[in-house]
Protein backbone atom coordinates (compact mmCIF):
# COMPACT_ATOMS: atom_id res chain seq x y z
CA UNK A 1 0.00 0.00 0.00
CA UNK A 2 1.63 3.37 -0.78
CA UNK A 3 1.13 6.38 1.04
CA UNK A 4 -0.94 7.99 -0.92
CA UNK A 5 -3.25 4.69 -0.99
CA UNK A 6 -2.85 4.86 3.12
CA UNK A 7 -3.98 8.39 3.33
CA UNK A 8 -7.32 7.69 1.20
CA UNK A 9 -8.21 5.05 3.09
CA UNK A 10 -7.93 6.45 6.78
CA UNK A 11 -9.52 9.38 5.05
CA UNK A 12 -12.73 7.46 4.19
CA UNK A 13 -12.84 5.64 7.93
CA UNK A 14 -13.13 8.92 9.29
CA UNK A 15 -15.89 9.63 7.53
CA UNK A 16 -17.24 6.31 8.19
CA UNK A 17 -16.74 6.88 11.60
CA UNK A 18 -18.51 10.38 11.80
CA UNK A 19 -20.83 8.70 10.13
CA UNK A 20 -21.57 5.70 12.29
CA UNK A 21 -21.05 7.31 15.09
CA UNK A 22 -24.29 9.30 14.59
CA UNK A 23 -26.33 5.98 15.60
CA UNK A 24 -23.54 4.48 17.73
CA UNK A 25 -20.47 3.95 19.82
CA UNK A 26 -17.45 3.35 17.11
CA UNK A 27 -14.01 1.69 18.52
CA UNK A 28 -11.12 2.30 15.77
CA UNK A 29 -8.79 -0.56 15.97
CA UNK A 30 -4.99 -0.72 15.72
CA UNK A 31 -5.45 -1.45 12.06
CA UNK A 32 -7.39 1.37 11.32
CA UNK A 33 -10.61 -0.70 11.02
CA UNK A 34 -14.25 0.05 12.62
CA UNK A 35 -16.06 -1.92 14.55
CA UNK A 36 -19.21 -1.24 16.31
CA UNK A 37 -22.81 -3.18 17.72
CA UNK A 38 -25.84 -2.71 15.83
CA UNK A 39 -28.16 -4.30 18.83
CA UNK A 40 -26.91 -7.51 19.28
CA UNK A 41 -25.04 -7.74 15.78
CA UNK A 42 -21.22 -7.11 16.00
CA UNK A 43 -20.04 -5.11 13.02
CA UNK A 44 -16.78 -4.30 11.46
CA UNK A 45 -16.09 -1.91 8.26
CA UNK A 46 -12.51 -1.79 6.87
CA UNK A 47 -11.34 0.68 3.35
CA UNK A 48 -9.61 -0.26 0.30
CA UNK A 49 -8.32 1.34 -2.22
CA UNK A 50 -8.75 -0.50 -5.47
CA UNK A 51 -7.84 2.09 -8.00
CA UNK A 52 -7.16 5.78 -8.25
CA UNK A 53 -10.84 6.96 -7.53
CA UNK A 54 -11.98 3.82 -6.43
CA UNK A 55 -12.18 3.16 -2.97
CA UNK A 56 -14.83 0.89 -1.09
CA UNK A 57 -16.07 -0.13 2.11
CA UNK A 58 -16.16 -3.17 3.25
CA UNK A 59 -19.29 -3.82 6.12
CA UNK A 60 -18.89 -7.31 7.97
CA UNK A 61 -21.92 -8.09 10.13
CA UNK A 62 -21.88 -11.20 12.04
CA UNK A 63 -26.09 -11.90 11.98
CA UNK A 64 -25.92 -15.05 14.22
CA UNK A 65 -23.63 -18.11 15.72
CA UNK A 66 -23.21 -21.55 16.55
CA UNK A 67 -26.92 -21.75 15.11
CA UNK A 68 -27.90 -25.32 14.64
CA UNK A 69 -26.24 -26.64 11.61
CA UNK A 70 -29.55 -27.12 9.88
CA UNK A 71 -30.04 -27.90 6.43
CA UNK A 72 -34.01 -26.01 6.25
CA UNK A 73 -32.21 -23.27 8.06
CA UNK A 74 -29.40 -22.91 5.64
CA UNK A 75 -31.56 -23.30 2.80
CA UNK A 76 -34.07 -20.25 4.24
CA UNK A 77 -30.81 -18.15 4.97
CA UNK A 78 -29.76 -18.72 1.28
CA UNK A 79 -33.58 -17.54 0.43
CA UNK A 80 -32.95 -14.98 2.32
CA UNK A 81 -29.87 -13.73 0.95
CA UNK A 82 -31.24 -14.02 -2.37
CA UNK A 83 -34.13 -10.88 -1.61
CA UNK A 84 -31.52 -8.47 0.08
CA UNK A 85 -30.58 -5.45 -1.77
CA UNK A 86 -27.98 -4.83 0.67
CA UNK A 87 -25.44 -7.34 0.90
CA UNK A 88 -24.26 -10.80 0.56
CA UNK A 89 -25.31 -13.74 3.27
CA UNK A 90 -22.69 -16.32 4.13
CA UNK A 91 -22.99 -19.42 6.12
CA UNK A 92 -20.37 -20.99 7.97
CA UNK A 93 -20.46 -24.24 9.07
CA UNK A 94 -18.37 -25.54 12.15
CA UNK A 95 -18.01 -27.27 14.74
CA UNK A 96 -20.70 -25.71 16.72
CA UNK A 97 -23.19 -24.85 14.46
CA UNK A 98 -23.77 -22.21 11.54
CA UNK A 99 -22.60 -18.97 11.72
CA UNK A 100 -23.99 -16.42 9.84
CA UNK A 101 -22.64 -13.13 8.20
CA UNK A 102 -23.87 -10.33 6.05
CA UNK A 103 -21.41 -8.76 3.94
CA UNK A 104 -21.56 -5.61 1.82
CA UNK A 105 -19.03 -3.96 -0.04
CA UNK A 106 -19.50 -0.53 -2.29
CA UNK A 107 -17.66 2.66 -3.75
CA UNK A 108 -17.81 5.15 -1.26
CA UNK A 109 -15.05 7.74 -1.85
CA UNK A 110 -16.48 11.41 -1.60
CA UNK A 111 -19.81 10.44 0.08
CA UNK A 112 -20.96 12.38 2.81
CA UNK A 113 -21.61 11.03 6.49
CA UNK A 114 -25.24 12.10 5.98
CA UNK A 115 -25.92 9.84 2.92
CA UNK A 116 -23.00 7.32 4.17
CA UNK A 117 -24.78 6.79 7.35
CA UNK A 118 -27.93 6.29 5.69
CA UNK A 119 -26.30 3.45 3.27
CA UNK A 120 -24.45 2.02 6.34
CA UNK A 121 -27.49 1.96 8.48
CA UNK A 122 -29.83 0.24 5.69
CA UNK A 123 -26.95 -2.63 5.93
CA UNK A 124 -27.11 -3.27 9.30
CA UNK A 125 -30.56 -2.78 9.88
CA UNK A 126 -31.15 -5.57 7.38
CA UNK A 127 -28.40 -7.43 9.84
CA UNK A 128 -30.12 -6.72 12.75
CA UNK A 129 -33.75 -8.32 11.18
CA UNK A 130 -32.18 -11.33 9.83
CA UNK A 131 -31.05 -12.00 13.20
CA UNK A 132 -34.75 -11.51 14.58
CA UNK A 133 -35.85 -14.15 12.21
CA UNK A 134 -33.03 -16.73 12.36
CA UNK A 135 -33.32 -16.70 16.40
CA UNK A 136 -37.21 -17.15 15.85
CA UNK A 137 -37.02 -19.73 13.40
CA UNK A 138 -34.49 -21.81 15.47
CA UNK A 139 -36.68 -21.21 18.82
CA UNK A 140 -39.90 -22.09 16.79
CA UNK A 141 -38.17 -25.18 15.59
CA UNK A 142 -37.23 -24.03 11.77
Known sequence: MTDED?????????????????????HV???GALSFRHGDVPCAVQAMRLAEGLTVLSLTCVVAWDLPDDRNLA??????????????????HTGRGMDVTLRYAFPAEGL????????LMLVVSTASQLRGELLASVEGGA
Open 75 to 92: VSAAERAGQGLFGTLGVV
Open 112 to 119: KPEPLSTL
Open 6 to 26: AAVTATLLTSAREALEMFHEV
Open 29 to 31: DDD
